[in-house]
């Protein structure tokens, strides 16, 4: 008999640690304690301090995949004006550009930090010029001043021609 009352002293010592009390407490106090631990431990309402619902988690992602999707797509916009500003991408290939920035921006500006720059003769006349010469390309201007031609002239040349 005195060795099952010491096992269950000793079983009740492990149990008050386990319990987070000294191992000399008295089994009223052990009981308590493992009162209170099962009935926290049954809570169904979770600390909000400690947890958040998994839909606002879920929809914070989804926010945030908008957000990064947005900058990107505005990065590669403006990456794309600029390659085609400084004659690194033809005009033609934009939207090639912007689908590759889109997906690999490193790749998309590797790309153009190897391209050769574009001459206006390259560009042909999608590239406008910048001096308010309207519709006329930078192969146009280029005759215009060979030729010793005015502004009006070009237009109106190149208004008989398409007639």
Same mark, same amino acid.
């Given at each position: 008999?005195?060795?099952?009352?010491?096992?269950?002293?000793?079983?009740?010592?492990?149990?008050?640690?386990?319990?987070?009390? &000294? +191992?000399?407490?008295?089994?009223?106090?052990? /009981?308590?304690?493992v009162a209170? @631990? *099962?009935? !926290?431990? #049954?809570?169904?309402?979770?600390?909000?301090?400690?947890?958040?619902?998994?839909?606002?988690?879920?929809?914070?992602?989804?926010?945030?995949?908008?957000?990064?999707?947005?900058?990107?797509? &505005? +990065?590669?916009?403006?990456?794309?004006?600029? /390659?085609?500003?400084?004659?690194? @991408? *033809?005009? !033609?290939? #934009?939207?090639?550009?912007?689908?590759?920035?889109?997906?690999?921006?490193?790749?998309?500006?590797?790309?153009?930090?190897?391209?050769?720059?574009?001459?206006?003769?390259?560009?042909?006349?999608? +590239?406008?010029?910048?001096?308010?010469?309207?519709?006329?390309?930078?192969?146009? @201007?280029?005759?215009?001043?060979?030729?010793?031609?005015?502004r009006d002239?070009?237009?109106?040349?190149?208004?008989?021609?398409?007639?």
């Amino acid at each position: 008999m005195l060795a099952s009352i010491t096992s269950l002293m000793t079983g009740l010592s492990d149990i008050a640690v386990a319990a987070g009390l &000294d +191992k000399t407490a008295d089994v009223a106090a052990v /009981a308590a304690s493992v009162a209170d @631990l *099962a009935k !926290a431990a #049954k809570s169904t309402e979770p600390d909000p301090a400690k947890y958040v619902p998994i839909e606002q988690v879920t929809a914070m992602q989804g926010d945030l995949k908008s957000l990064r999707d947005s900058i990107q797509s &505005d +990065k590669a916009e403006e990456l794309v004006s600029a /390659a085609i500003e400084a004659g690194k @991408l *033809a005009p !033609a290939l #934009k939207d090639w550009g912007l689908e590759l920035a889109r997906t690999d921006l490193k790749q998309f500006e590797a790309f153009t930090a190897n391209a050769p720059s574009l001459t206006g003769a390259q560009l042909g006349s999608q +590239k406008k010029a910048e001096d308010g010469a309207g519709d006329l390309s930078d192969a146009d @201007l280029e005759v215009m001043s060979q030729l010793g031609l005015s502004r009006d002239d070009m237009i109106a040349a190149r208004t008989e021609d398409a007639a």
